[in-house]
Each structure stands twice: as C-alpha cells, then as structure tokens.
C-alpha cells in the first residue's frame, strides 16, 4: 500500500522560511517524478514545483520561482520544498505527489491527475 505523508508546516511571518518534506512508501520512489501542489482557500490547487527522478532537473511555477527549491533525496524516499521569502498570498495546503505517468516533469506537469499517489497536505500560513 503506497502512503504519502508530507509534513513542515505551520505559521510564518512573511519574509520568513519553511521547510516542507514528503516521505513515500510502499512504492519505488525513484521511478516517479515527484510534484508539490497547493490549494488556497477558494481556489483551485495549483501545480507548484515538479523534479524529475533523480534531481536532475525541476520546474516552477512563475509565482514561486526564485524564492521555493524542490529537492529529493532517493535514498530515503523523501521529497522537499524550500520555502524562503515567503508571503501571505503562499497561504495555501500544500500537498505532494507521486507521478505515476512520468520519471520526469512533463509539459503538463502542473496538470492534476488523481490517479497520482497523493499525500494529505500540510497547512502553510503566512502572516502579514
């Protein structure tokens, strides 16, 4: 049984930083590209970073870029998502997910699929 569980979240002030990770199980975690997504309150999850199998290569979506790092470690089936410069509109539950299509980040990357491994997501609040 494959379980997805991400954790790091919690209150911030902006300008602040927060260290996101997602441990998965159950699966073979360098056979999947791996993605963070995030849903504020009233809209719809947004695709915010993806990292290919190995690390090799990431994507961002235009709104964090330069301020969120996605990383992974294979050897301990770990995903993780830097977050530094934060601000109140990062406010969101921020989720990961394992691709179950690609080993690398796709042009539709951002696309939700829910056939995806997906965890149950951490809470980010930033205040101003």
């Known amino acids: 049984q494959v379980q997805v569980v991400e954790s790091g979240g919690g209150l911030v002030q902006a300008g602040g930083s927060l260290r996101l990770s997602c441990t998965a199980s159950g699966l073979t975690f360098d056979d999947n590209a791996m993605h963070w997504f995030r849903q504020a309150p009233g809209k719809e999850r947004e695709g915010v970073a993806c990292?290919?199998?190995?690390?090799?290569?990431?994507v961002y979506a235009d709104s964090v870029k330069g301020r969120f790092t996605i990383s992974r470690d294979n050897a301990k089936n770990t995903l993780y998502l830097q977050m530094n410069s934060l601000k109140p509109e990062d406010t969101a539950m921020y989720s990961c997910?394992?691709?179950?299509?690609?080993?690398?980040?796709?042009?539709?990357?951002?696309?939700?699929?829910?056939?995806?491994?997906w965890g149950q997501g951490t809470q980010v609040t930033v205040s101003s």
């Open positions: 997910a394992a691709d179950r299509r690609y080993l690398s980040c796709s042009a539709s990357w951002s696309r939700i699929r829910e056939d995806n491994y």
């Open positions: 990292i290919r199998w190995n690390g090799g290569s990431t």
